[in-house]
């Protein structure tokens, strides 16, 4: 019995050495340790399905006293229990019937591929092979050969009940492993934000405040790496207009103040809680700004009177919110007079009624100004003249 174990310990540890996946991220995939010591129970069951079937001989590896035990069984009761953990098996066709089930965006097949490795359809493949092998042997009357099958089947059913357990059966623990994933996601730019904004029709989802901040840590990603030239500036803040125009779209219209408020009020903290630099901080929460504003002024049908509201409601929010919060109020303000200005340059609009009293915001945002102006009003020579006399008209001291 101590070769059995001592081979069967070596075929598992061999099996995992050559299991060791790599993906295309460089990353280590690990199977998990179940999968090989089903593996490694197969190969030994047609070890001895094989000897046996050569040789003539019923056994080849001792058990003493415990094989006393085993022949008190029938083959034909091993027959009868492989019916109901072999093909049959409760936990495989409910780990099947439930591989599409979306939990936060993200399949439950994926979720067993993340927990346990890609091992678990090479698993199934085993599981029905070795249910086979054990019926066959059964019914050649090789009872050693038919008991190590058994053996390999019984063993294929423990992942697949910890996989109902832990994930098909436990709602929670299927948040968290979407969430993980999430976190893990590794789509280039923008792809993964519009992944996950689609996702915000289902009502579990969009309630779901882990989900929400994780949609908010992937902007706040993307902001802080976008690049800092004017060409690339104005392209972020359409961008940020196209992803909050996009929530828009799969937020019911009830929701949607409220929901854009949470999604702002998150990136502000989760912008004050990371380690980056001072002015990638600035410059990510003005992108945020040029990109909302932009958003809020086609949704105000082109009319710098509706925005009133808009800013008026930031402003409310900030009263008792963090300083982050209160800086992206301060901001959105400074654009609203910029615009008001620059309309009325353009003598397409009365004389501006905001003046901006409060400090003087970062020079930075006057990038974001005039790249904004030249997304919503086109791009030429005479737009960026206007906007930089509009800028000097509310933030003299700030070029």
Known sequence: MGIIITIF???????????????????????HILFPGQFALLLIALFISVFCFFSGRDMIFGYGCLWDVVKRGSLEALIAVMGIVGVGSVFLGWIYSERDKITLGKSQSEMVRYKYGPGYAGSVVVH???????????KCGAKEAALWAFFTVVWGCVPQMLICIQIAMNSEQRKKLALELWRNEKSEG?????????????????????????LCSKIVGWLCGCRKESDFVLECIESVSAVFREIEDKVPEM??????????????RQLKEKRILKDEEEMALNLLCGGYF??????????????????????Y????????YKFFGTQMRVLLCCLEWFLFLGQ?????????????????????????????????????????????????EVN
């Open 9 to 31: 310990i070596t075929l598992t540890c061999c099996i995992c050495a050559m299991t060791k996946l790599e993906s295309r991220d460089n990353e280590k995939i690990k199977i």
């Open 317 to 324: 929010f900030a009263q008792n919110d963090n300083e982050y």
């Open 255 to 268: 929701e949607r103040v409220i929901f854009e408020e949470k999604i702002l009020k998150s990136i502000c």
């Open 190 to 214: 923008q792809t993964v934000l519009h992944k996950m904004v689609q996702h915000l029709r289902d009502a579990d989802t969009l309630y779901h405040k882990g989900y929400c901040d994780m």
């Open 294 to 315: 932009r958003f809020q002024y086609f949704k105000a049908g082109e009319r710098p009177e509706h925005l009133e509201e808009c800013m008026n409601r930031a402003m």
């Open 128 to 138: 029905f092979g070795s249910t086979a092998l054990c019926v066959l042997m059964a």
């Open 348 to 396: 397409n609009y009365s004389l501006p009624r905001h003046i901006f009293t409060e400090d003087v915001p970062q020079s930075s945002l006057k990038t974001i100004f005039v790249q904004m102006t030249v997304s919503i009003f086109g791009e030429n020579d005479n737009n960026r003249k206007l906007a930089e006399i509009a800028w000097k008209q509310v933030c003299p």
